[in-house]
């Protein structure tokens, strides 16, 4: 049997790279592949001596938009939009500063960088800020430049203090998890939305009537029947459970209830004073949603 020359070919490739397509072309090597990357990437852009200068602008800029990465901003955007929503904040402080007030002596130094790849680097930021903070930056090569992807920060010695145990607060992590906790908390607001009525006979005849839009949600009517009502007392969801509260001049009201499974009853707790109408309490209080116990 006569082999031709491009058989005979194909057969020494396999022997040098290891295997050829079904077409009979070569396959190209990890080797291979990972020297075409490195031409990729041969721009300038992938040494220490960029990197380092492309965070300095960045700190000089301390605007998010311009210096962090798309997946930080997807976060920080729907973190934002909840945060809103929610009345709760996500981030305590600016990464940048590593704090909220500036010290008038306020510095940062880009100590190192490190584990530089295609798309992934890593660098070391010390900020001065009424405090030192050694802050690592997770970095993403994207649109052709470096982004800072997340936020790493030991808070030994930091602002957890010198007497708290070492740990590593990951801000995207932080973030997502404010997400995630929120999203839950924006549900329940949206099931409560209508009106609720006390049952029994033994707690104060509450009536709540609650209505959601892009700024969260609202107590349109809380009201002590036959008593007095409070006029759009302060409202939300955390942690899966209603509190409502407020203290004008004299009277003052506190609830924390708890939704139930099939979303047609709240149970909890709730405190009153009431010295214009001489009436206090501080006990349980169930209410059923569309429900008013002495009929309409």
Known sequence: MRLSFFTVFCFLLLLLTGSCNQAGMPVTSEADSTAVEAV????????????????????????DSKGCSERYMK?????????????????????????????EDWSYSILDVTDIQPTTA????????????????????????????????????????PDVEPE?????????TFITEVKKDVEVSRRLVGDWGWVGDDGPELLLGFSFDEDGL???ECTIYRITSFEKPLCGVYDGELHIGQRPDNDAIDVNLKLNEKGDELTGHIMLKLPRHD?????????????FKFGK
Do not use: C
């Open 40 to 63: 990729e990437v041969n721009d300038g852009k992938h040494t220490k001596e960029y990197i380092t200068q492309r965070l300095n602008d960045i700190y000089k800029m301390q605007d």
């Open 279 to 291: 009436y206090s309490y501080d006990g349980p209080i169930t209410l059923r949603k569309n429900y």
């Open 168 to 176: 590593i607060y990951d801000e995207a992590k932080e973030i997502q």
């Open 75 to 103: 976060l920080y955007k729907e973190a934002s939009e909840l945060s809103h929503l929610s009345g709760m904040t996500f981030l305590d402080r600016d990464h940048w500063m590593q704090g909220n007030d500036r010290d």
């Open 122 to 161: 890593t660098a070391t930021v010390l900020v001065s800020n009424y405090n030192e903070y050694e802050v690592t930056l997770k970095l993403v090569f994207e649109h052709g430049d470096w982004y800072v992807d997340n936020f790493l920060n030991n808070m030994e010695g930091g602002y957890g203090g």
């Open 218 to 220: 609202h107590a349109d």
